[in-house]
């Protein structure tokens, strides 16, 4: 999993963010990429919905 965090900020710094979704996806294809603003509270429900998935496949794994 790749987090861009303060997405907000990219234009300030010339960051194309669909640019760098579209690198990132090139180098590592499995990966999933959250973008997000944590400030204006963008994206933060996809924080939440891998870790409950990650720990609810880590849970299942242990038994």
Do not use: H, P, S
């Not at 990132?24 to 891998?50: F, P, Y």
Request: hydrophobic share 45%.
């Amino acid at each position: 999993m790749f987090l861009v965090n303060e997405i907000d900020l990219a234009t300030y710094r010339g960051v194309d963010l669909a640019k760098l979704r579209t690198e990132i996806a090139a180098k590592q294809r499995q990966a999933l990429i959250l973008m997000t603003d944590l400030k204006d509270n963008q994206g933060v429900q996809n924080i939440i919905c891998w870790i409950e998935k990650t720990l609810a496949k880590l849970q299942k794994e242990a038994r």
